[in-house]
């Protein structure tokens, strides 16, 4: 009589991200779990903090008395290699697993099935992360709203706000791109924009949803909008370009975020961008979960 195989390992991935968490669990290719809820109480920056809410998360989504054999997540705004580094450890020592905790756009390669490549997310914000021949990550971009974040829904309108201030003080009416704004903020006049978005309290949400009123303005003919789209694809090109400037490979990029994707106008602006700073660099859209690269990484802990 022949033995049973051994049962399939479970592995638990996690993408935690800045308003939805998602945590897939599988034993083999068999998902045991699929879930997602919010990402309230997520507090990257403490490290103790954040190892409860992951452990919690894990215990609560698992069915009663399974043991996972590796964690990975995905973790958004784990900005340095110390800091996921810090709440890997405590994860380990809380789950009593091997575990690993990346910046949540890294998830993106591993999801593509790659072994290497950048990792580009362009949604409220931007970023874009890769990692050198050694292994160490490099992450570039990102700083939120108010000082960095090109190419993303806030840094979009920030931008298509200084573009239209600037045609203001040329001495230029409104057109599209001005009314959109002006009806998107709920201002009457050019002046007022500044106030009201000096006025929000969390500027990459409160900016970053009004993006669609630049891409509104462009499909009415705006020049301006159309131009404010163009440099946000450059920018987010000229990310990648970064990357491969300090060694990392860049042959595939891995697009993902909502604001890249669901607008083709910038889709396209970067594409056309990155052909001419990056030859060779291939771009290609996130078609899975990026939780499924959070799988692929605890799989590869076993």
Not at 30 to 40: G, M, N, P
Not at 172 to 181: F, S, V
Not at 259 to 267: D, E, F, I, K, R
């Given at each position: 009589m022949q033995d049973s195989?051994?049962?399939?390992?479970?592995?638990?991935?996690?993408?935690?991200?800045?308003?939805?968490?998602h945590l897939r669990a599988?034993?083999?290719?068999?998902?045991?779990?699929?879930?997602?809820?919010?990402?309230?109480?997520?507090r990257p920056h403490?490290?103790?903090a954040a190892a409860r809410w992951l452990t919690r998360l894990v215990h609560e989504t698992l069915p009663e008395g399974a043991r996972p054999a590796a964690v990975a997540v995905g973790a958004h705004a784990c900005e340095t290699p110390r800091q996921c580094a810090e709440i890997r450890d405590a994860l380990?020592?809380?789950?009593?697993?091997?575990?690993?905790?990346?910046?949540?756009?890294?998830?993106?390669?591993p999801a593509a099935g790659l072994d290497k490549g950048v990792g580009l997310v362009a949604g409220t914000g931007s970023v874009a992360v890769g990692r050198l021949p050694g292994g160490d990550p490099v992450q570039v971009g990102?700083?939120?709203?108010?000082?960095?974040?090109e190419g993303g829904a806030a840094g979009l309108v920030r931008e298509a706000a200084r573009a239209v201030w600037a045609a203001h003080d040329r001495g230029?009416?409104?057109?599209?791109?001005?009314?959109?704004?002006l009806a998107a903020f709920g201002v009457p006049e050019v002046p007022a924009l500044g106030a009201a978005l000096e006025g929000a309290s969390n500027a990459?949400?409160?900016?970053?949803?009004?993006a669609p009123a630049v891409f509104a303005a462009a499909a009415d003919g705006s020049a301006l909008a159309r131009s404010v789209i163009v440099e946000a694809g450059a920018q987010l090109a000229g990310l990648v370009a970064r990357l491969a400037a300090r060694g990392v490979a860049v042959d595939d990029v891995v697009v993902a975020g909502?604001?890249?994707?669901?607008?083709?106008?910038?889709?396209?602006?970067?594409?056309?961008a990155l052909a001419d700073v990056v030859p060779g660099a291939r771009a290609q859209p996130l078609t899975v979960p990026p939780v499924e690269g959070a799988v692929a990484s605890a799989r590869a802990l076993l």
């Open positions: 195989p051994p049962p399939a390992a479970l592995v638990v991935g996690v993408d935690v991200g800045g308003t939805k968490t599988l034993t083999g290719d068999a998902v045991v779990t699929d879930h997602v809820r919010t990402s309230t109480g997520w403490d490290t103790a380990q020592l809380s789950l009593g697993v091997p575990a690993r905790v990346v910046g949540d756009a890294e998830l993106l390669v990102g700083w939120g709203a108010v000082l960095g974040d230029e009416e409104p057109g599209a791109l001005a009314r959109g704004l990459s949400a409160e900016w970053g949803r009004h909502g604001t890249v994707l669901g607008q083709p106008a910038l889709y396209e602006a970067f594409a056309t």
